[in-house]
């Protein structure tokens, strides 16, 4: 911005220090300045410590008693608010909404929204006015008859007029597409959380199904060599026993290790201490799957329903208000202002001042280049994420359809295993049956009721897929007790 000041000469002098008026005029000047900054608002500091000692005593002790009262309170595109009670142990519901409140993480991501709106507020605000003023004394030279000259100019920049509502409506859309974006984060936490309960769940009925097998297992490599003792049995049945019983050891070992994992994972995402106690709500089996949209109708929904989706919408119009307001800028800045001075000759003049930048080498041309390019590279996101987003859906029902036949399935087949166990298990009362044969039949019962978790529990991971994926909530409601 260029600063706009009458020319003075001196000619002669007849006193080189200011006059008293000519001080009081200066004084008030800068006081009338400090005043107008001063009333038109400021930021005010405050310090603010980073404390260790009390941020990680928040980490350590999280405030359950508003955790509550917020999750009652929740105001989300995607999560319902619910009452969190804790006496019946945590719900896959509850730990996803506890989640979004209390995860460190999403906190620090929620931080973005207060950015952006600061962001908005600014690109609303119009540069303030120059004001200048000075004073010049005769020093030398014939100074007979001078006075102290001064000048005094006030300037403003009117190209901020030009690009404001572009630059307010770019501000605008960025920071709703900040907000869906920060939502769409809370909703991939939230849905990490009830995949984290449904996996401990359905674990832990593996590990009582393999403990279960275990103790048959034992029981059988018992009876296996006793046969051999009496040699009824050879070293190859008893080696095969006793391989069996050590591969469902490892397996239990495995599965053990695996819902710890989930256990530090669902911990992590609850923002609680590794120590705190938590206990899941009984009976939770996974949501149902029968009754979903259909491919076309997930497929429909997705502009609508992918938050990320509509965050990039926003972005893109974002971007488009500020490519446009790189295209005004490139009209050239334009400053006028008033300017009132007196020379050391004693003659006052005062007027007006414009200036304009020729733009022959800038003009603002690469910096709207830059805006179209990177205009075209979020279209282009867009389209791939909106691809991406229905072959996941495509796929993922795909997996559910046969995931619930090999459920099915497994459910026949471990109903025709216990009755099978059934008749053995009388047989041998009445001394029909060999002993070993009831066992075999028992552990191979046993190895499909894990199984069949087994199949309950990649479903409940593909319907947690699907609602990622679909930006929908589909399960109603918690609950239901494992078959």
């Not at 997930?298 to 989706?309: E, G, P, T």
């Given at each position: 911005m260029a600063l706009l000041f009458a020319d003075s000469r001196e000619t002669s002098r007849a006193d080189t220090r200011p006059t008293r008026p000519q001080l009081r005029t200066l004084r008030a000047a800068f006081h009338a300045c400090l005043l107008a900054s001063t009333l038109f608002g400021c930021v005010k500091y405050e310090r603010r410590p980073l404390e260790h000692d009390a941020i990680e005593n928040q980490l350590l002790h999280p405030d359950r008693a508003g955790l509550r009262i917020q999750a009652k309170e929740l105001n989300h595109p995607l999560l319902k608010p619910l009452e969190i009670n804790e006496r019946d142990g945590l719900s896959p519901s509850e730990a996803a909404v506890l989640a979004v409140l209390a995860n460190p993480s999403i906190q620090a991501v929620r931080a973005r929204r207060g950015v952006a709106a600061a962001q908005l507020i600014l690109a609303g605000v119009l540069p303030d006015p120059q004001l200048a003023s000075g004073l010049d004394f005769p020093a030398g030279g014939s100074e007979a008859g001078t006075v102290t000259a001064f000048n005094t100019g006030l300037n403003w920049n009117l190209q901020s007029l030009i690009t404001r509502s572009a630059r307010v409506q770019a501000a605008r859309a960025r920071a709703e597409s900040v907000d869906l974006s920060v939502s769409w984060q809370e909703w991939q936490v939230a849905e990490g959380a009830k995949l984290n309960v449904y996996r401990i769940t359905l674990m832990q009925a593996q590990i009582n199904e393999a403990q279960v097998a275990i103790r048959a297992l034992q029981e059988n490599l018992d009876l296996v060599k006793k046969a051999v003792d009496i040699g009824e049995m050879t070293i190859v049945d008893l080696d095969a026993a006793r391989s069996s019983l050590r591969a469902i050891e490892l397996s239990l070992v495995d599965l053990q290790q695996r819902r710890a994992q989930e256990w530090v994972q669902l911990k992590q995402a609850?923002?609680?201490?590794?120590?705190?106690?938590?206990?899941?709500?009984?009976?939770?089996?996974?949501?149902?799957?029968?009754?979903?949209?259909?491919?076309?109708?997930?497929?429909?929904?997705?502009?609508?329903?992918?938050?990320?989706?509509?965050?990039?919408?926003?972005?893109?119009?974002?971007?488009?208000a500020t490519f446009r307001a790189a295209v005004q800028a490139q009209f050239p800045p334009v400053n006028i202002g008033l300017a009132q001075a007196r020379d050391t000759g004693n003659v006052v003049t005062g007027g007006f001042g414009l200036s304009i930048n020729l733009p022959f080498l800038n003009g603002n041309r690469a910096q709207a280049s830059v805006e179209a390019a990177t205009r075209r590279q979020l279209l282009v996101e867009y389209r791939a994420r909106l691809f991406e987003a229905i072959s996941n859906i495509r796929v993922i029902l795909t997996d559910l359809q046969y995931l619930r036949q090999k459920l099915i399935a497994q459910q026949r087949a471990l109903q025709t295993s216990r009755a099978l166990v059934t008749t053995y298990e009388n047989a041998l009362r009445l001394g029909q049956a060999d002993a070993l044969v009831y066992y075999n039949a028992r552990n191979n019962m046993i190895s499909q009721q894990i199984a069949l978790y087994g199949f309950k529990l990649a479903l409940a991971e593909r319907f947690v897929a699907l609602e990622i994926a679909s930006g929908m909530s589909l399960s109603e409601a918690d609950g239901g007790a494992p078959n």
């Open positions: 609850l923002g609680l201490p590794q120590d705190d106690e938590v206990v899941l709500q009984s009976g939770i089996d996974p949501p149902k799957a029968n009754q979903l949209p259909t491919e076309a109708e997930l497929i429909a929904a997705l502009a609508k329903s992918r938050l990320d989706l509509t965050a990039l919408r926003k972005g893109y119009d974002s971007q488009d």
